[in-house]
């Protein structure tokens, strides 16, 4: 018998140059873990609206203190932000391409309004210390550490989902 191939002479490989993205780098356990937490950032992300609203026409901050109400309205626009990033991954990751611009904005986008925050809140009325602080001097606070970690912890995040969205890239630009 004689074993035919269908490579022409000369030729030592066959290059597919097709871009497929519809490939879901998603397990299935993770495809459900994120589709319930963007379901309910989602929910969350609507009383976070409402709650914003009320705690306005209210004047909540004058029963809180400023400082608890610039900390909690803090809390409900990163549940906002967190929400519009997972819908992202979300969609992008059935495409195989789980990172994203947007991905990599929203995450620096909290972690730099926490950073701010850190330094901010200790000034607003009401501020009561975590703790944990970052250059105090007896009732002076410059910076909350409690705040400020978190913050830097999502912009360092926020680089490495960079770099992996550049790889993301490269590996596009060479298929």
């Known amino acids: 018998m004689k074993h035919e191939s269908k490579i022409t002479e000369g030729v030592d490989f066959i290059m597919d140059t097709k871009m497929e993205h519809s490939k879901n780098i ?14 309910l950032t989602g929910f969350l992300s609507i009383g976070a609206v409402g709650s914003f609203f009320w705690a ?5 901050w004058q029963e809180w203190g400023t400082a608890e109400f610039v900390l909690r309205e803090l809390i409900h626009l990163c549940i906002l932000i967190c929400f519009i990033s997972l819908i992202q991954v979300a969609v992008n990751g059935r495409k195989g391409r789980p990172f994203s611009k947007i991905l990599v904005r929203c995450i620096w986008l909290i972690g730099g309004m926490f950073t ?6 200790p000034r607003l009325e009401g501020y009561q ?3 944990f602080e970052v250059l105090s001097s007896g009732e ?3 910076c909350d550490g ?6 830097l912890l999502l912009i360092v995040l926020g680089g490495l989902l960079k ?3 550049e790889m993301q890239r490269e590996v596009d630009t060479i298929l």
């Open 56 to 60: 306005v026409v209210d004047r909540m």
């Open 26 to 39: 998603f397990s299935k356990r993770m495809k459900i873990t994120l589709w319930i937490t963007v379901i």
């Open 116 to 121: 701010a925050a850190s330094i901010m809140i």
């Open 129 to 131: 210390s975590s703790g």
């Open 163 to 165: 770099a992996g969205l």
């Open 140 to 142: 002076n606070v410059f």
């Open 146 to 151: 409690s705040i400020l970690f978190p913050g």
